[in-house]
């Protein structure tokens, strides 16, 4: 018997597995940004939760997105995050830790579950409870000798995402390691960045990625 649950459908076939981590958007950019971003060809847009009017944003990229695309939150701590954003239109869960009766909670709310893990431990109970990609954190940290060890008894199959320090010169790098797609922040988007700039730079991101994986 599969001790893990059925994944998620999660990206369509060719969306591209790299989620932008938009910590402090406001809701007078969260549009400009988003659009740029979709432009650019990004498909997962996370908006942490733990900065000022982050559901109004996630609210607004949800209701502009692709059919294709998920947005959603991050820095998800509790069950009422996963009922919060799931309200406002999110369907993308991504949290800093592993904890499982979260995991299952979003999982159960249809959301495609993105948790933190850092050991064998903490990635075997996330996909146990329901994760359907595995947020490797802090990267830099763990390094790609820590996910190289660590994809050799996960799961075939198992997506992991490199979040925390990694740029574009160490993309491929960190895919040779294992990596399946990465979280990107301050290197995409930082408060007061014009949109036009957000996008530069997420098409950059796409090329280095798509580079790397050739």
Avoid: Y
């Avoid at 940290?141 to 050799?152: H, P």
Wanted: proline share 10%; hydrophobic share 45%.
């Amino acid at each position: 018997m599969n001790p893990f649950p059925p994944r998620h459908p999660g990206l369509a076939p060719g969306a591209e597995p790299l989620v932008a981590i938009l910590r402090g958007l406001l809701p007078d950019q969260a549009a400009a940004v988003g659009a740029a971003l979709f432009e650019a060809g990004f498909r997962c847009l996370e908006v942490p939760l733990n900065r000022p009017q982050a559901l109004r944003c996630i609210e607004i990229l949800a209701s502009m997105a692709p059919p294709d695309a998920l947005v959603g939150g991050g820095t998800m701590l509790s069950p009422r995050d996963v009922d919060e954003v799931t309200s406002a239109g999110g369907s993308l869960m991504v949290a800093p830790h592993c904890d499982p009766e979260l995991i299952a909670h979003a999982a159960a709310r249809s959301m495609f579950c993105a948790p933190g893990v850092a050991t064998p431990s903490e990635a075997f109970s996330a996909l146990r409870a329901g994760a359907h990609a595995l947020k490797l954190f802090p990267a830099e940290q763990i390094g790609t000798r820590g996910l190289k060890a660590l994809c050799t008894v996960l799961p075939p199959g198992t997506a992991v995402w490199p979040v925390g320090g990694v740029d574009e010169a160490q993309m491929a790098e960190w895919v040779r390691a294992g990596a399946t797609g990465f979280g990107i922040g301050s290197q995409l988007f930082r408060p007061g960045l014009e949109a036009a700039e957000v996008g530069r730079r997420g098409a950059s991101m796409l090329r280095a990625w798509r580079e790397a994986r050739a």
